[in-house]
């Protein structure tokens, strides 16, 4: 036999339910909202591993197709890429590795459209920062200097924005403005690590147009330089 509630117990029984007859309606649609954004973020989680194990797979076709040289093939598989696995890394790496296929075989249209759509479409800002800088150099081969400097005139993200320098003053020495070309090569070697290789050949570019940008700087001293004995 149940015991009856004291009168304590009925106040509290009384307040729980106005409580829940006020709120329980806003409780209930918020609990739907939350468990309801946790199976989304599951769901999308899941499609992008999914998209991302597909795109892989896809990314190794045309990986085969390029080393093959059949440009049928890439033609199809990047298409599909596109396609269907546009929003991953994959596809970026693939758009960049048909690139270079095509440009091997002499196809600088098909090329020139992979970069651009690397370019374009990249999730990932640095493989759109490869693809620019590799874009702009394919058009400097072709001489569309306009086009070229075209792709090099929006940001970069820092790791590139030396690079993006060296570029244009390539581009501008091709014209034969030595003096944009040397402003450019200067903030290219100023923006590159002193450790890095590619600096000695911005370094040899400025020489070239006489300029000496390790001018002025302190030389390092030996031993035997401070002791003054000649070496």
Do not use: C
């Amino acid at each position: 036999m149940a015991k009856p509630l004291d009168l304590e117990e009925q106040e509290q029984l009384d307040e729980l339910k106005h409580f829940w007859k006020q709120y329980g309606d806003l409780i209930t649609w918020a609990l739907i909202a939350v468990l309801g954004a946790f199976a989304a973020w599951n769901g999308y989680q899941y499609w992008q591993r999914s998209q991302a194990a597909q795109g892989a797979v896809m990314y190794d076709e045309i990986e085969r197709a390029a080393q093959s040289g059949d440009s049928a093939r890439i033609d199809r598989a990047l298409a599909d890429m596109k396609d269907r696995f546009g929003s991953t890394i994959y596809a970026s790496q693939a758009g960049l590795l048909a690139a270079r296929a095509y440009y091997d075989k002499g196809n600088l249209e098909a090329s020139s459209s992979a970069l651009k759509w690397v370019a374009e479409k990249a999730s990932d800002e640095g493989y759109q920062a490869v693809a620019k800088l590799r874009l702009a150099g394919l058009l400097l081969e072709k001489k569309d200097y306009a086009a070229a400097l075209q792709q090099l005139s929006g940001s970069f993200p820092n790791d590139f924005v030396a690079l993006a320098a060296d570029r244009r003053g390539d581009i501008l020495a091709a014209q034969g403005k030595k003096a944009e070309a040397k402003a450019e090569y200067e903030k290219a070697y100023k923006g590159l690590d002193e450790r890095a290789e590619y600096r000695r050949l911005v370094e040899f570019k400025l020489n070239a147009l006489g300029v000496d940008p390790t001018a002025g700087q302190d030389k390092p001293t030996t031993a035997a330089s401070n002791a003054g004995v000649k070496p």
